[in-house]
Protein backbone atom coordinates (compact mmCIF):
# COMPACT_ATOMS: atom_id res chain seq x y z
CA UNK A 1 0.00 0.00 0.00
CA UNK A 2 0.80 3.45 -0.82
CA UNK A 3 1.41 6.27 1.90
CA UNK A 4 0.68 9.58 0.23
CA UNK A 5 1.38 13.17 2.51
CA UNK A 6 0.00 16.26 0.53
CA UNK A 7 0.88 19.73 1.72
CA UNK A 8 0.64 23.04 -0.14
CA UNK A 9 -2.55 23.95 1.10
CA UNK A 10 -3.85 27.13 2.96
CA UNK A 11 -5.46 30.79 2.88
CA UNK A 12 -5.45 32.45 -0.71
CA UNK A 13 -7.43 35.36 -1.60
CA UNK A 14 -9.67 35.01 -4.59
CA UNK A 15 -7.54 35.29 -8.08
CA UNK A 16 -4.74 33.82 -6.16
CA UNK A 17 -2.60 30.71 -7.06
CA UNK A 18 -1.60 27.75 -4.63
CA UNK A 19 0.23 24.61 -5.57
CA UNK A 20 -0.52 21.88 -3.78
CA UNK A 21 2.02 18.61 -3.90
CA UNK A 22 1.88 14.97 -3.09
CA UNK A 23 4.60 12.86 -2.05
CA UNK A 24 4.12 9.32 -2.43
CA UNK A 25 6.02 6.34 -0.87
CA UNK A 26 6.95 3.08 -1.94
CA UNK A 27 7.59 1.99 -5.95
CA UNK A 28 4.41 1.46 -7.28
CA UNK A 29 4.34 5.16 -7.92
CA UNK A 30 5.47 5.06 -11.80
CA UNK A 31 2.55 2.85 -12.50
CA UNK A 32 -0.22 4.59 -10.71
CA UNK A 33 -2.79 6.82 -11.78
CA UNK A 34 -2.71 9.55 -9.77
CA UNK A 35 -5.20 12.32 -8.69
CA UNK A 36 -6.46 14.79 -6.69
CA UNK A 37 -9.79 15.05 -5.40
CA UNK A 38 -11.91 17.44 -3.41
CA UNK A 39 -14.55 17.91 -1.00
CA UNK A 40 -16.22 20.87 0.27
CA UNK A 41 -18.32 20.83 3.39
CA UNK A 42 -22.14 19.13 2.66
CA UNK A 43 -20.61 17.90 -0.41
CA UNK A 44 -19.58 14.88 -1.99
CA UNK A 45 -16.15 14.26 -3.21
CA UNK A 46 -15.08 14.96 -6.83
CA UNK A 47 -12.88 14.48 -9.32
CA UNK A 48 -10.23 17.70 -9.79
CA UNK A 49 -7.55 15.89 -11.64
CA UNK A 50 -5.67 12.87 -12.83
CA UNK A 51 -2.86 11.41 -14.69
CA UNK A 52 -2.00 8.35 -16.05
CA UNK A 53 2.03 6.71 -15.89
CA UNK A 54 1.53 8.27 -19.31
CA UNK A 55 1.24 11.43 -17.91
CA UNK A 56 -2.47 11.86 -19.79
CA UNK A 57 -4.07 13.90 -17.90
CA UNK A 58 -7.79 14.81 -17.17
CA UNK A 59 -10.05 17.67 -14.90
CA UNK A 60 -12.77 17.83 -13.94
CA UNK A 61 -15.38 20.13 -15.62
CA UNK A 62 -15.06 22.81 -13.49
CA UNK A 63 -11.34 23.57 -13.70
CA UNK A 64 -11.61 25.46 -16.83
CA UNK A 65 -8.06 25.60 -17.62
CA UNK A 66 -6.86 27.17 -14.33
CA UNK A 67 -5.49 23.69 -12.63
CA UNK A 68 -2.73 21.88 -13.80
CA UNK A 69 -1.59 18.40 -12.71
CA UNK A 70 2.04 17.37 -13.29
CA UNK A 71 4.02 14.26 -11.72
CA UNK A 72 7.75 13.46 -11.24
CA UNK A 73 8.34 9.96 -11.10
CA UNK A 74 11.95 10.63 -10.07
CA UNK A 75 10.72 12.16 -6.93
CA UNK A 76 7.48 10.02 -6.40
CA UNK A 77 5.45 13.06 -6.52
CA UNK A 78 2.83 14.24 -7.68
CA UNK A 79 1.63 18.38 -8.27
CA UNK A 80 -1.79 20.55 -8.61
CA UNK A 81 -0.86 24.06 -9.41
CA UNK A 82 -3.66 25.93 -9.45
CA UNK A 83 -4.39 29.92 -10.36
CA UNK A 84 -7.37 31.84 -10.40
CA UNK A 85 -8.87 30.78 -7.43
CA UNK A 86 -12.50 31.25 -6.70
CA UNK A 87 -14.25 30.76 -3.41
CA UNK A 88 -16.04 27.72 -4.91
CA UNK A 89 -12.65 25.80 -4.83
CA UNK A 90 -12.66 25.93 -0.86
CA UNK A 91 -12.50 22.57 -0.31
CA UNK A 92 -10.41 19.92 1.37
CA UNK A 93 -8.31 18.23 -1.03
CA UNK A 94 -7.26 14.64 -1.44
CA UNK A 95 -4.28 13.06 -3.10
CA UNK A 96 -4.87 9.71 -4.88
CA UNK A 97 -3.36 6.61 -5.95
CA UNK A 98 -4.81 3.87 -8.10
CA UNK A 99 -2.61 1.16 -8.79
CA UNK A 100 -4.16 -0.42 -12.11
CA UNK A 101 -2.70 -3.56 -11.74
CA UNK A 102 -3.95 -4.43 -8.58
CA UNK A 103 -7.31 -1.96 -8.35
CA UNK A 104 -6.20 -1.21 -4.66
CA UNK A 105 -6.37 2.70 -3.85
CA UNK A 106 -4.58 5.08 -1.23
CA UNK A 107 -6.01 8.22 0.15
CA UNK A 108 -3.55 11.00 1.51
CA UNK A 109 -5.06 12.56 4.67
CA UNK A 110 -6.35 15.48 2.78
CA UNK A 111 -4.68 19.79 2.84
CA UNK A 112 -7.47 22.69 3.00
CA UNK A 113 -7.44 24.89 0.85
CA UNK A 114 -9.88 28.18 1.69
CA UNK A 115 -9.96 30.90 -0.88
CA UNK A 116 -11.85 33.77 0.93
CA UNK A 117 -10.60 37.86 0.97
Known amino acids: QVQLVESGGGLVQPGGSLRLSCAAS????????MGWYRQAPGKQRELVASINPASSTKYGDFVKGRFTISRDNAKNTVYLQMNSLNPEDTAVYYCNAYNVITRGSSWGQGTQVTVSS
Open 26 to 33: GSMFRIAV
